[in-house]
């Protein structure tokens, strides 16, 4: 008998090191808006996208002439092109460019993880191709959750229970471990009415509280998008 896939849940970017394995396929998971965004702005044309964790790094490169996206605490930053909703990325005058982001917690995600076996992008509007690709990768899977400023966050849980337990249930290779079997729990309760579900969380009352409900909509419907953004170095690019 082979041995089975590990498919595992970090909640927190903090928590990232006891997890971390070289052999594992790391997705990013910032439900509200990182990843989301990141999803949207591939659909609409943008050729690549620089992570970076912090806002010096952001204001370095918008000094050399990129387009820069730059939030803390939802709000979008003075001096830079973009937020973080995925709206802002709906936009021709994205198209063919390199666009740099720094988030409150996406990027930092992406900043502890960037020396996995794979860094790909994940959220519910690109759901179910992430799930095809991950079901025929042959490899261990850790969905690592943004969280918010270290701390757990419904949603990206949420998201990532979903994704466990699709990948579960369309293959018998992979084992569980306890953060996924956790978030799995999760999503089932949620599943009729995630939006419903959401209305109580930190993250979602932060953004409804700045007229961003929409925003909050958008990036809990699923499959708007087949893109699967990945790290290559430093840049993210759209899986071919």
């Known amino acids: 008998m082979s041995k089975k896939l590990t498919i595992d849940v970090c909640v927190s970017p903090y928590l990232y090191p006891v997890y971390h394995r070289e052999d594992t396929i790391v997705v990013i998971i910032d439900i509200l808006r990182a990843t989301s965004a990141m999803c949207t702005a591939f659909h609409h044309g943008v050729d690549k996208m620089i992570p970076v964790a912090t806002i010096e790094e952001a204001m ?35 198209k063919g460019k390199t666009i740099v982001l720094s988030t409150t917690n996406g990027t930092q995600a992406i900043e502890v993880s960037k020396h996995a076996y794979k860094v790909v992008i994940g959220s519910f509007v690109n759901m179910t191709a992430l799930c095809k690709w991950l079901q025929v990768q042959n490899k261990n899977i850790l969905l690592l959750c943004s969280g918010w400023k270290n701390r757990v966050s419904l949603e990206d849980t949420l998201f990532a229970g979903a994704v466990a337990e699709q990948l579960v249930k369309n293959g018998d290779n992979f084992k569980t471990g306890d953060g ?61």
């Open 60 to 94: 370095d490169y918008k000094q050399q002439g990129f387009l820069v996206g730059a939030e803390r605490n939802g709000i979008q930053l003075e001096g830079v092109d973009f937020g973080n909703s995925p709206y802002s990325y709906m936009s021709e005058k994205i």
């Open 180 to 240: 996924a079997l956790s978030a799995s729990y999760l999503f089932e309760s949620a599943r009729h009415n995630p939006y419903k579900y959401m209305r109580n969380a930190s993250h979602a009352e932060r953004l409804a509280a700045l007229g961003l409900k929409e925003d909050i909509r958008y990036c809990l419907t699923p499959d708007q998008t087949n893109v699967i953004p990945v790290l290559e170095g430093k840049y993210l690019v759209k899986m071919s």
